[in-house]
C-alpha cells in the first residue's frame, strides 16, 4: 500500500491509487498546505495518471482552498497567492487539473482576490493567441473566440462579478479589451459580444466607495484609451459604448466625443 509520496517517487498514479487517496490517505480531506503541495507536485511530476485523478485533484483542493482554511468559504490573499504559486510552479497552467481547479474555487469561494480570476483569463488569452503552449485548445484555430473560450471567461468573470466583494477588476478589464482588438474581425462565437459587454461594462459600473453610480474621471479617461489603443472603434466596443449610454444618468463629459462617435446622441 502506497503512500501518496510513494506514488510521487514511482511516478505514476492508477485508479486503485485515486480510490486509496480519496477514501484512505485523504479521507478526511486535505487538512494543511504540506498536503496540498504534494497533490501539486504529484499533478506534476507523475507522468502516467488515471482519468480519474483529475476529478479527485480538483475535489480535493477546492474543498482545501475554500473550507479547510481561514476564512472559511473565501479565500484571502495568503491562500490565494499560495494557490497561485503551486498552479505556476512550472511556470505554465494544466488544463485539465489546475486550470479546473482555479475555476472551481472562484465559482464556489464566496470571495476570493482578483488575482485568480486574472490567471484564468490569463490561460484564455493564452489559449487564444499561442493554442500550442495554452492550457486547452491546442488544436484549434488561433485569434478567434470560441463557444468554449466564452464558457471558461463567463464562470470566472460572471462569479467574481455575482457579489460587492469582488467585482471585475481593471486588470481583467484590459486582458478582455485585448481580446477584443486582436480578434474584432475574427469569426468569434456569437456570445463573446455580450460576455465583453456586460463585464467591461460591468467593471465600470460598479459601485465605488464614497460616490454615486456612474463613471468617474479616472474611469472615462481609462475607457477612452482603451477603446483609442488601435485608433478605431471595434464593432463589440460600439456594443459596450451603446450599453453605458443606455445604463447612465448623464456620462462623464469627457465621454461626449467618443459618443458622438459611435452614433450616440
Not at 151 to 174: G, P, Q, T
Not at 225 to 243: H, V, W
Amino acid at each position: 500500500m502506497l503512500s501518496a509520496n510513494e506514488m510521487l517517487v514511482r511516478g505514476e498514479i492508477t485508479a486503485q491509487d485515486v480510490i486509496r487517496l480519496r477514501h484512505e490517505i485523504f479521507a478526511d480531506g486535505v487538512r494543511e498546505a504540506p498536503e496540498a503541495e504534494i497533490l501539486f507536485r504529484m499533478d506534476l511530476d507523475c507522468a502516467a495518471k488515471d482519468e480519474s485523478w483529475n476529478g479527485f485533484f480538483v475535489e480535493a483542493l477546492a474543498e482545501y482552498y475554500i473550507f479547510n482554511t481561514e476564512p472559511a468559504g473565501a479565500l484571502d490573499d495568503d491562500q490565494t497567492q499560495h494557490l497561485i504559486r503551486n498552479i505556476l510552479a512550472d511556470g505554465k497552467v494544466a488544463g485539465g487539473t489546475e486550470l479546473a481547479l482555479a475555476i472551481r474555487v472562484i465559482e464556489r469561494a464566496q470571495s476570493c482576490p482578483p488575482d485568480l480570476g486574472f490567471l484564468v483569463l490569463k490561460a484564455v488569452w493564452d489559449s487564444v493567441m499561442d493554442p500550442a503552449k495554452a492550457a486547452y485548445g491546442k488544436d484549434r484555430r488561433p485569434k478567434v473566440i470560441t463557444v468554449e473560450d466564452v464558457e471558461i471567461l463567463r464562470k470566472a468573470v460572471h462569479a467574481a462579478a455575482s457579489d460587492d466583494n469582488h467585482a471585475v477588476s481593471r486588470a481583467e478589464a484590459e486582458l478582455l479589451f485585448a481580446l477584443e482588438r486582436e480578434t474584432d474581425q475574427a469569426e468569434n462565437d456569437i456570445t463573446w459580444r455580450d460576455l465583453f459587454v456586460q463585464a467591461v461594462g460591468g467593471h465600470l459600473l460598479a459601485p465605488k466607495a464614497g460616490t454615486r453610480d456612474g463613471i468617474d474621471g479616472d474611469e472615462a479617461q481609462w475607457l477612452l484609451g482603451q477603446i483609442r489603443e488601435d485608433g478605431k472603434i471595434g464593432r463589440n466596443e460600439r456594443s459596450l459604448l451603446a450599453f453605458l449610454y443606455d445604463k447612465l444618468d448623464g456620462p462623464h463629459p469627457a465621454l461626449a466625443p467618443i459618443f458622438a462617435v459611435a452614433g450616440l446622441r
